[in-house]
């Protein structure tokens, strides 16, 4: 039993041309080219909803891009503190 679904999709003739010689040139089919575009597209999208979603809270704790690169710093050197704590004694 097939686990693919086909879809018909509709392209301007000259998006098909350049889609068709991106998949020659790749060493693609044209259905690994649109499944790679729609994994490029949905990867963009969460990216695009989590720096919303940080700059929303951000927002909310009167953070700016300024505040990031300490806090980060500052909570990296707490996750090495931790690990260090927890390794065992030699």
Do not use: C, F
């Amino acid at each position: 039993m097939r686990t693919s679904k086909t879809l018909s999709i509709t392209l301007p003739p000259e998006m098909l041309t350049r889609a068709a010689q991106l998949a020659e040139r790749e060493n693609r089919t044209m259905s690994e080219l649109v499944r790679e575009a729609l994994r490029y597209y949905e990867r963009k999208s969460w990216w695009e909803e989590m720096n919303a979603y940080g700059r929303a809270k951000a927002g909310e704790l009167g953070l700016s891009e300024a505040d990031v690169v300490p806090l980060a710093k500052e909570v990296r050197k707490q996750h090495r503190a931790r690990r260090i704590s927890r390794r065992p004694a030699k």
